[in-house]
């Protein structure tokens, strides 16, 4: 049995608890909304199908996401059928499996979108069909309204804030009135996806808030840049042009080489893993050198907190996404009313990577 697929049985057997652990508990919240009647079925649990058009398969974060859909198959008794694209640049990919999915008459779908523009006119197909949509992990920011009756996901803002709260405490002592210029560097993924761009906003404004903000000049990608003139901080938000491995490389290396950088924060397990491997040879990231600390989980990033090259990580419960946006897509289907779930973060580091609750939330 390969590596992953033992990681996946052991998450299939533990994801029956996930949702009850103190670390990656689900919260409620928002609107209730009830599905339109167009999604109303008699049907019982068997006949009831789901499609899933999540954002990738590029990363073990959606074989985690999968695993907790599969978990939620079997408990409710539905079919579901799980899609994304190669990539998470695949926009066009993604639309077009959205359209394909919604050919299908399904009793409902599960959507994280890449870009929600771009799937627009799919979504008003899907709304005039009647067939209800869940969000997930990023959810469809900027749907039509009704569209969208629910989503299942981390609240990204909170968990990047998160991230920056632990950054901070580890360097505070060297952001207290610095006598030169010293450097927070922030390697996000994208500016697209709404998940990504929540995690990096939460982090930068967070971070800015903790310094001081007459303190702190954000600098980088124009979205999230707020310069301040005079300030020896500097925040430096890089996104790659692309998202490939060497492109999100080339920005982490450009970070790494700047000698008054004191910190770095990936905003996903791409950006972190990126991190990880420009720092191979340079040697740059530790305790008592560059603060590192990352987003999710993967066998690098999880190396590289046990090894000390990383603090620590935010991690979401991906098995926990994955089974509460089938659980909300079963009910929307039967016309009951859902509404928002969190489904939870939590800050890990070397001293409680192996808690049980810590563990239930890493993949590699």
């Known amino acids: 049995m390969s590596k992953w697929k033992k990681r996946a049985a052991l998450l299939l057997a533990g994801a029956m608890v996930l949702t009850m652990l103190a670390g990656c508990s689900n919260k409620a919240g928002g609107e209730t909304t009830k599905a339109p009647e167009g999604g109303e079925t008699g049907a019982p649990a068997s006949d009831i199908t789901i499609e899933i058009v999540a954002k990738g398969f590029q990363h073990d974060f959606w074989q985690a996401v999968l695993a907790g859909s599969k978990k939620a198959e079997a408990e409710f008794g539905v079919k579901t059928n799980f899609v994304g694209p190669e990539g998470e640049g695949a926009i066009a990919a993604q639309v077009e499996q959205l359209n394909n999915a919604i050919n299908k008459n399904p009793n ?5 979108a890449l870009d929600t523009s771009a799937a627009l006119d799919a979504i008003t197909m899907a709304q005039s069909k009647g067939i209800p949509i869940i969000g997930f992990d990023s959810g469809v920011p900027g749907a039509p309204e009704g569209a969208v009756l629910a989503n299942a996901a981390t609240d990204n803002y909170a968990a990047g804030a998160l991230a920056a709260e632990k950054m901070y405490d ?9 006598a030169g210029p010293v450097r927070i560097g922030v390697v996000s993924q994208e500016a697209n996806s709404d998940s990504i761009v929540q995690r990096t906003a939460g982090f930068v404004e967070k971070m800015s808030e903790l310094i001081g903000e007459d303190k702190c000049s954000v600098e980088g990608h124009d979205k999230f840049a707020r310069k301040v003139d005079g300030v020896n901080i500097v925040m430096e938000v890089r996104v790659p042009a692309e998202v490939t491995d060497n492109a999100g490389k080339t920005e982490a290396l450009a970070l790494l080489n700047k000698d008054d950088l004191i910190a ?19 040697n740059k990231l530790g305790e008592g050198k560059v603060i590192a600390v990352g987003f ?44 928002d779930v969190d489904t939870g973060c939590q800050w890990y580091n070397a001293e409680n990577i192996e808690e049980p609750d810590i563990a239930a939330c890493l993949y590699e």
């Open 108 to 112: 409902a779908i599960c959507f994280a």
């Open 264 to 282: 770095i924060y990936g905003s996903n397990e791409f950006a972190a893993k990126c991190i990880i491997n420009a720092n191979e040879g340079m």
């Open 296 to 339: 999710d989980s993967g066998a690098l990033q999880i190396d590289a907190i046990k090894t000390g090259a990383f603090y620590g990580s935010v991690t979401q419960d991906p098995v926990s996404i994955g089974y509460n946006a089938v659980k909300l897509a079963v009910e929307a289907a039967k016309g009951n009313a859902v509404s």
């Open 170 to 178: 580890k360097i505070k002592d060297q952001l207290a009135n610095p």
